[in-house]
T-cell receptor
Framework: GDSVTQMEGPVTLSEEAFLTINCTYT??????LFWYVQYPGEGLQLLLK?????DKGSNKGFEATYRKETTSFHLEKGSVQVSDSAVYFC???????????FGSGTKLNVKP | EAGVAQSPRYKIIEKRQSVAFWCNPI?????LYWYQQILGQGPKLLIQ????????DSQLPKDRFSAERLKGVDSTLKIQPAKLEDSAVYLC?????????FGPGTRLTVT
């Protein structure tokens, strides 16, 4: 069945460091891919998305490219800030928002 | 626009008791989801509604969980009887214009 696997955390970085959080997926066909973020004490928010192969989603300095050949959707940011400390979830959906599957989440801690 | 509303925000019950959660999606959103998020894990889809019809409930433990969305607007999720392993945050989400909006969740503790 469909599934999402993301790197385990926590990931601890210093401010202005480069961030990569790995995400791979298993799905038939062409799912849409998402990154959601959960800041401390807040609800889940959409960070970025990509709906077809080779699409790049971007928002708030974060980027992820839909790689069908490697079934990956890695999240990257060139220079993290303390305010980026949160839990990041990779997710996929089938058939235009039907059947969402989430990864287990990766906690990011950014130190000043 | 107002967000997805959920109540209560917190609930503590003893095992074998019953509990109900309520969700009011964003106005006009036809698709509504209920998720279970156990501590340290990602959200797991329990049930998906399109208006007042069930699209997918394949991961809903139907021996103890039930959900309804009678008028195609707000929805309730019920657990009866609750087990210790049901302790989790229950999230409601609705879909609008190509984006999924989440409510704040209900944190359930079963003792």
């Amino acid at each position: 069945g469909d599934s999402v696997t993301q790197m385990e955390g926590p990931v601890t970085l210093s401010e202005e460091a480069f961030l990569t959080i790995n995400c791979t997926y298993t799905a038939t066909g062409y799912p849409s891919l998402f990154w959601y973020v959960q800041y401390p004490g807040e609800g889940l928010q959409l960070l970025l998305k990509a709906t077809k192969a080779d699409d790049k989603g971007s928002n708030k300095g974060f980027e992820a490219t839909y790689r069908k050949e490697t079934t990956s959707f890695h999240l990257e940011k060139g220079s993290v800030q303390v305010s980026d400390s949160a839990v990041y979830f990779c997710a996929l959906s089938r058939d235009n928002f039907n059947k969402f599957y989430f990864g287990s989440g990766t906690k990011l801690n950014v130190k000043p | 626009e107002a967000g997805v509303a959920q109540s209560p925000r917190y609930k503590i019950i003893e095992k074998r008791q019953s509990v109900a959660f309520w969700c009011n999606p964003i106005s006009g959103h036809a698709t509504l989801y209920w998720y279970q998020q156990i501590l340290g894990q990602g959200p797991k889809l329990l049930i998906q509604f399109q208006n007042n019809g069930v699209v997918d409930d394949s991961q809903l433990p139907k021996d103890r969980f039930s959900a309804e969305r009678l008028k195609g607007v707000d929805s309730t999720l019920k657990i009866q009887p609750a087990k210790l392993e049901d302790s989790a945050v229950y999230l409601c989400a609705s879909i609008g214009f190509d984006e999924q909006y989440f409510g704040p969740g209900t944190r359930l503790t079963v003792t």
